[in-house]
Each structure stands twice: as structure tokens, then as C-alpha cells.
């Protein structure tokens, strides 16, 4: 049984383990101080052009979400983001426990627009009943697996900027957004066209771990307080600062996320050459494709994956998910169980 | 230079990274549902003698103080805790950020008493014009190198179950307290007289990690929600699952606190024998020697360690603290150049 | 110029200030252990027939409902509302800001229905990566003046009842519910088929204030020390108690509420024989005519309201407020201006 | 029986009330946006002589700290209070309710000193690991009475300055204070000399009420945000600006308090005469003699009072409070029962 559930069911990439155990005995100072975060970090502002990047390494995705948007919002400011955004649709309400709320926005392909955020700032405007927008929220890759252009994130930020809002951009799966053939977006530029934004380490070949980055220090002033306060400040923050130090060596970030839409984009030409459809157009590692029920029932026999949304009565939408560790030849015995299993079920059509 | 200024300047125990290596390829579910997870909590459950207890890893201290505590508590109620108890001396005010009140009480050892918390639940009648005290926090060893015996513990324990009141064990450097000469404590017993605790495993041979444990379901019954809404549910839940797995594999979590209680009481007595004090009585793998100035700054050329607290003119107090990773050579060499520094230096006294 | 914007724009009814000139050299404890508050509470708790309910008066409507909210919840549990729900519309994000999401659902008459709150359990299963709904908030008569029948509240109560969840009623204008001539609602039956809800008396004859009924002692145990942590326990609790005394003498509060419904009443039939529309049934004290915006032009020289609503190029809805102090002359002479504007308009129809 | 117990036990002056009853069905904007409250707000900015000053009308004091402190403060900042301060001693963790620590100071006269704060600041220095240090509590008059003189408020000012902090003064009692016979502060003063402060309505002749005064905009900037998400913009904000109004016009808010401490002063200077000790300086309506148990006993036949601390076997300090509502007459009565009981106990002693 092979699973495509998720891309962080196995541990990290090799020479990521190789890095922790060769500089294990090495003595370090605590709490992010380490030689290896430091130069994590000055790898980062080299590669994002930008030497006033305040940088912090954190566990998780949900963590740094919080993190975030909390440190930056005063108790009456929200949050617009995509009702299908991770931190909408399920972080268990992890923005709220810190007091703001969410202000979801319809969304068919999981990307917020300049239109749908003038809307909300046009409904909120009955100070002071309402609450006053303050941020906006996107993920890249979405968490349906479309991406950003260049073009749209620039408008997105130029809007924020007139409109005095923060943008946050979600990169917990930014190596396979960066990397998508369809992409015309660098690291440089979402630096560029954000206030914040994040590295995704846990689903690319970390063990854990998210790479924050502010633009500037100003609007980064007192994070740290933040982050010991969440307790988000490991004791070995050179644990985090390895890893990226590593992840970020000849380029092994995108060597691995370009993998994982590799095997991703085998499995979806393969099925749309047998006249499959999909939920969203396949681009990173994330697929959505709508399947006959008999057809997802004989390749769960062999396969993991989620069933994501019911499309009729006979169709599914799963989802199926490639990583950094999908190997070339599970895809290619999966394309070719596939095959068999979808003719398998023509004639009954 | 050699750095006794913590238990977290190495990474982890080498048979820890080896598993991690070992079971890196192996496909696992994600958020603390995989195999090792499960394994390391059966293990624990075993050797706390309780088959109800209810166990979840997360990756620090204080993410462990808050998540337990706000999760405990209602509004209105608050925690009692020594003034030197780590959450309200060095955690940046981690547990009023969850709305909650710490009531501190001082002491000279570093530990609670009954008649401290009497003495708080008596000032606190006026309701509903005062917090209500709730749970009562404890460290073991404490955050001054002192520890809790079988009798004191227990004393509390039904003091609290009497006052309705929760006794929580913050464990950051539980091994280190179950193992020194002095303790008559089991990790059993731990389990029997506490209503939840943490086992550390940062601080004695994890990359990251401690084990919370709450000593029935009905206390825990939601706990899972709080993990991911406070952003402390990892992916990969597998790497906290597979340390701990390792760390309760051969009694390996004794022997390294052990070790480390080791290594200070060498240091301990070899200073004691040149006529030094201590400010508090050398137990754990904390020690806090006092020191003429001249002394420290010698001994600064060679050692890192932290200036605890003036004592007087002439004299400081210092830190020093030993761990897993503090070689027998390392404390022999030690010995010897506080021989040298100190001699040299009685003269002038 | 006289405003129909909303019924708060008086002062109190004569015989409240009456009451509290009366008494007010008499004195009396603080903080709601008065004379009056505790016979105003005798009152309440005989007309509800229930003697165990738990009775709190406080100063205003989002107070309230901030303090209700964030009692009985557990941090990770959120709230179910219309989108049209005060706490959802109108209050600043008060409940985000006390952590928990507030769920809105969809509902054109401003009510919820049993299948929107079935609907929203089953959107939230995939525990511990979502919220737990677990209250169920309604106010009645609604935010567009719609009222809950005896058969809705019951039914909404069963479901809430079977499934664990709280059902809370915001009862800003309960006496407006109560007395219109299409509800079968008693105050007994609310107290019988919630388990929280209050009364409002800001909109309806006093200076301020709303009483907070819990239905039995054991989800309202604590709860006088959110009041006080919230700030909302007055020092002189009298001035609450004196007035829900009076206003539950000789059944002032319902007498007050039907005359506010019946001069709505007699401005809404007027409209209807002239052929208006609404946008939703006039049956409260709140109406939502839809008029030709040259209408609302002539009307607003001579009386204040709200625009409510944009219907097409040349309609709006407004919203117009009656209330215990709108006079019968008033609403006569706002007929009669009506008639000629609105006569005067249609030709150019 | 006479109750002494505080300055609340009464309902509002009774020009307080008649100036409600005039203006009753006038119709008012609501939400603070009245006539009153404007008119309000403008005798106050000029008694205080600063036209910039952001007013605010709230309804209780508790309301006011956390409202106050909580808009100011960012989540890690924490504030600094005399141990005897009401938020750290009566308000059921109000302000930690909010997320902030309060840090305590000890003093035996309810006041805080620079040196204090300088203190608390060098002890907060180990930055991320602990709170930052953000604004100072004060009281005028304090909880036990005694009151701030003019350089001791610049003092503190030009140190806030100094170390960016911000000083926000609890003027609960704030007439009282001024209207002392040894302060040398004027309404102006305290305006000049704070951040932040409020005015007391409540315990000074309001039925409810307290004035917030922000000295500039650009600190009050977003706090009509807040009061609207802490429940406290009250619907009918007109009582709160007529009651205002009246206690400012005509002096009367000065008057009300200087009678106050008049009555306290015929007190302390009888019981001084008799040979009465006392727990601070008798200066505003706060009174505490150290009285045998005995006459303790006897007096509170007639008069209520609260017992405030034990000082030895045989004596209690007891705590009388006065207000504008304590008549002459009823002075002259105790003065003469205080004589007669404790003359009577004078042998056995």
C-alpha cells in the first residue's frame, strides 16, 4: 500500500539527516543564536535580494500562521482571507484563539482577487460596529493547487499598500508553487510583493520547520518577544537553522519541490490522456481528479488518498498528493495500475 | 572554550538520529497517528504504571506550560507557582497571554509547599472581586537544581485534591530529578501523584520533544483541539514519536540524566573539597557555586557559563550546568583548571 | 425632524426615572446584592416559571453577549449564527476577540433553521483540524424584525439538546417578539426552551440594561466572576435592579413593546394600501419598506432612518424604528405626510 | 444602622437625576454621539486646558482599566502596579484576562515611585525571555487613600517619557483627591502629567460613569474600535454625557467630593482626638483606624464597615468610607456614638 495522502509522511531528505548528524556535537547557542541560522538567513536575504529581511525559524505551519497574523493585528483588526485558506478551513480556529476574525471570501479556484478584497473593505465600513480589515491572507501554492502569477501578486500588493493592509503569503508549499512550470514567480518576488511571508520546510524535505520572512525590521520589531511568548522559540533553534541551511545549498529546495511536480504532472497527463477530469487544473504536487466511485474503490486497494468533495453520484473528487520522496517508480507501477483498473471499468460505463 | 551554560548546546543522543535515519523512508500518518507515536506512549503508559493515561508530544517547555494550563483553566481561574517557577520568571508572560493570572510565591528552594498555597487560597475569598486559584504548578528538579521527594509530592497532590485544585509537574528536566542520589521518586509515582506532568526531552537527549501526560481521559478529553488550534500539532508528529520511542528504549532517558547528574556532582564535590558554597544544595545536573570575581573571570577565559546572581563585592554566583553530552575528559580537565584558577587566586584573599 | 432610526434615541419611560428618584437616597449594597435587584429577579423568575434560573443584570447588548459566549465555551469551540446575527454584524469581532469563531450560516428571514445547524455539524467532523460548534445563537424578534414561533424555538431547542450544543437568545427586543400579534411565545416558554437568553431593556423603556437568564444553577456557577473580570459588574447594581422592578410591575415592559409594535403596525398597513412592498413581513417594530428613492428623498426632509438596503436603480429599502416612546400623533402625522409624497410621486411612475 | 461601607451605597445626585428627567424624550443620536456627551466632553477639554484630549464616557471602572490598558499595550508588553493597586488586587484578572501580566511593586503607602519602576525595568532586561515593561498603574487617590502631589506626578511623568512607557492614572476617586486639603494637583495637572486617566463618576455623585481622557489623538486613534468589542459604547451614551455634563457644570463634581472628605476629616480628627491610630494618613474619604475589636464590636451595631486588615490580638484596622451623600447630621451622630463606645472601653483597656 503506497500512500499519496500527504507530502510529509516520510522524515526528510537525506542530506538534511547527513547535516544534523555531522554537526551534532557541535556546541551551539540556543534559541536561534546558532552559526547554522545565521547562515541560513544570510543565504535567504542573498537569494530574496533584500539584506533588511528579518528572518525566524519555526516548527510548524499553523504555528507560524498565528504567529503572524497575531503580532501584526491590533484587537479589532481582521483577516480576509479565501474560505478555502488554511486558516479558514482548518486550523481549528487558530486565528480566532488569538482574537481575530476571519472574514472568508467565495473563491473558485482558491485565490483571493483585488475585486473580492475591495468588496470586503467596502462592506466594513460602519465603524466602529465592524471590524476594520487589516491583512490579507493568501497561500502559495493554494490549498487547492493553483498558483499565483508575478502580475496577480503585484496587484495584490499594490492594493494592500494603497488600502494600508498587511499581505501574508502562506508558503507551506511555496517550493512547489515557485517551481511550477505555469510560474513566472522568483523568490526575489515574493519578497518584493509581500509584508510577510513564509518558506514551507515540513512539506519539502525538513523534518519541520518554516522559514519566516519580513520585509523589513520595522514592521518585525518585537517578534521575537512574539515567538518565545507562543512558544514557538525552540531551545535548539539550530535544529530549524540546519535544515535550511541545507535545504538552501545547491539549490536542494527546488531540486525537490520541482520533483514532486514532476510526479505529480506524470500522473495527471497520464489520466487526462484516458479522458479524466480534474477539480482544479493540475499544477504543483497537489491533483484533483474526479474519478468513477468503482474506479476509486479498486485503486484504494493499493493506494492512499483522500476522497476530497462528492461530485455526482457516481463520481468523486480524491486528491492525491506527490512529495520530494515519490519515486519515479512508484509513479510509473501507479500510471500503470491506473490504466488497468480505468479500462477495467469502460465497458461498465 | 568549553559551554556549561545549558542542557541544550549539542544536538541529540546519536541512537536518537540513528532512528530517525533508520525509519526515514517509511511511510506514516501524519499528526502523532503513526507507528512510533503509538509505540512511545504504550511504553511510557507501561512504565508509569497507568493505562489510562493520556499522552501527546509536542516540540518545548513552554508551548507545554501554556497549552496545558489554558486548556485546564476557565477565565477566571489562576495558576499558583514559586516566583521562581520558569513560567513566571522566564516564559515573556506566556500564561497571562491565555488570559490567566499567576499568583507567585516566594520560596528559597524553588519549591511549593501546602502552607504556601493554603496561605493563597485563604487571600483569595473575596469573590468574585479575585481570581479563583486553580492549579498549582511545580517544577522537578526546579528551576534552581532542587527536587521534590516522594512525601512532598504526595503531599501536595492530595492537598490539591482536596482544595479542588490541579497539580501540574513541569518535567523539562524530569530525568534529571528521578535520578539524582537524593530522589526516592519513580516516574510511576510521578504519574500517581500529579494530575498531568511532562516528561523533557529536550534538555536530555531529544532533538526536541516533551511527552505531556494527563493521568485520565475525562481530563483530557478535548486536548487534541487545543494541540492544533495553538499551532503545537506537528505534521511529521512521527520524529517527537520516534525520540521518545528511543529515548524509554533501554532505560536510555536514565542513563542520560544520570550521566549528566554525574558529571555536576564530580564538579560539585571537587569544589566543595577546595572550600567552595553553593547557593543552593548541589543535587541535579544544576549547579550554582559561589564564587570571588577574579575567580569567574579566570575561569571565563576557558568556560562559558552564566552570572547568576551577585552575592556580594567580591563574590558572584554562577550556572553551571552539565548534560548527556558532557564528557568524563571534559569535567576531569574542568577539575583541574578550577584547582589551578582557584589556588592561584587564594593567595590574595 | 423626527427620527424613526432607531428605539434608543429617548431616554426612559417616566415611571423608571420615577423609581429611581424614589429610592435614591436609600442605601443599598453594591454590586447587585441590592433590594431591588433581588425582588426584580423574584419577579422574573415567577413570571418564567422557573425557580433555579440564574439571573444577572448588566448594562448592554454586546456586553452580554460577549460574556455568555465566552463563559460557556471551551476555547476551541465556536458559535453558530445567522449571518445576519447581531454578533455577527454588528459587534466589532466581540466574540472573535474573547477566541471563538463565530459560523454563519445563510438564512433570508433572519432565523436559524434545524437544517442549517445539521448542516454545519456535518461540515465539521474532520476533528481536531476544524471547530467544535457548540452554541447556537438566535435572537428574537431578529435583526430584521422576523419572530421565532413557539414550534421553531422548540424544535431548535430538541436538536440542540440531542446534539450537546448550548442555545443561546439574544432577547435585545423580546418584548417586541413576545407581544407581536403573530407570535404564541410566553416569557416562560423562552425560559423552557433555551438554555440562555436575556431580556432587553435598553430598547424598551430603560435608561440601560439587559437581564441574563440561565436556566439552571449549574451552567451559570462561576459566572459572577466573568462578570466582574469583563467589566461588567456595576458597583451600583441598584440602578438595573430598580429598573427591571418597575418595568416588570404591572406588566410595563409588554405594555411597552405592543405599543411599539402597534405604531409599526399602523405605518405599515398605511404603506400597504398605498401599495408598498417589504423586504421582509412587517410584524415587529422594525419595518423594511421598499420605496422609490424620490420617496425616501421627500420623506427624509421632514424624518430621520436608515437606508437599509439598495433594491434596484430607483428603489432602496429603509428601515424604520418605532418604540415605546413614539407617540400616536407622531405616526398619524407621518401617514398623512406619507400619503402626499408618496400620491405626489406616482405620476411620475 | 448607617453604612460607611463605600461611596456607592446611594444613587446619583439628585441634580444628576432631574437633569435626566428634563431631557428624557429628547431624541438623541446614540452611541455617545449626543448632544450631551458633546457638550460634555468640550467643559472638560476646557477645564483641563487641552483641546486636543480624546474623551470617552464608560460605565464602571474595571470597564475602564482594561479597556484602557488592553487598546495600549501590544500582547507582550506588561504594565506596573502597587500591589494594593484595584487591578491587581480587586479585579478578578481583568487585565491578565486581556493577555497581560501585571507586575507587582511593593508599598506601604498604595503609591509608586520612579525608583520602583527603574527597578522593574532593570529586572526585565533579558530580552525575549520575559515581559517588556509597557505602562504604569497608578491610583489618585489610591486604594488606601492617600494621593499623589504635583512633583510627585511630573516625576513619574518625565520618567514614562524618559523610558517610553506610558502612565495612565485610575482617578476612580479622582474629586476626592483633588479636592484634598494637602494636594496641590489641579484637573489640569493630572491632564498634563498622564497618557491616560480617568475621571470618576460613579463614586461622586453619578449613577454611573467614568470619563476617559487620552491626552492626543494619536494614542486614542482606533479606541472607538475597542469600546465597541469590549461591550462598553453603550446604546443611550446620552446618560452618560448628560450626567457629565451636570457634574461639571457649576463646579458640583468638586463640591460632591470636597463635602466628602470634609465629612472623613470631622471623623479622623474626632477619633485623633480620642487617641486613634491609623493604618495611612487620614487625607481623602478613605479612612482607617486601628481600633480595639472591642469598640469594632459595639460600633458596628449602629454602622456598617469593613473590616480591612488585623493588626494584633486585640486590634483591627477597619475601613470608613464618605461621599457626597454622608450628611453632616449623620457625622455629628457617629462622632457622638464613636465618643460613648469607646470611652466606655477605656477602663477595660
Redesign the interface.
Known sequence: M??FK?D?????H?SV?EK??I????????YGEDTYSRAAKDKLRAEMQNDEAVIHFV?????????VI??LL???E?VISAQTGHIY??????I???????IPVLSTNGKVTPEAIEEVLNAHY???????PKLVYISNSTEIGSIYTREELQALYHLCEARQLFLFLDGARLGHALTATESNLTLADVAKYTHVFYIGG??NGA??GEAIVFRRQDIAQ?F?????????????G??LGIQFDQLFTDNLYYHLARHANEMAMQIASHMRQLGCDFLTVPTTNQLFPILPKVVIDALSESYAFYIWSNIDEQHDAIRIITSW?TQQSTVSQFNKDFTRIYENYLPIR
Open positions: 503506497y500512500s500527504n510529509y509522511s516520510e522524515g526528510a537525506p539527516l544534523l548528524a554537526t551534532n556535537f557541535q556546541q551551539e547557542n540556543g516548527s510548524g505551519g499553523t504555528q507560524t500562521n498565528l504567529l497575531s503580532y491590533r484587537p479589532h481582521a478551513a482548518n486550523e481549528t480556529g487558530a480566532e484563539a488569538t482574537g481575530h476574525r476571519i460602519l465603524r466602529p460596529h465592524v471590524v476594520k515540513t512539506k523534518l519541520l518585537d521575537d518577544y512574539s515567538l518565545k511568548q507562543k512558544g514557538a522559540l525552540l531551545a535548539k539550530r535544529i520522496a
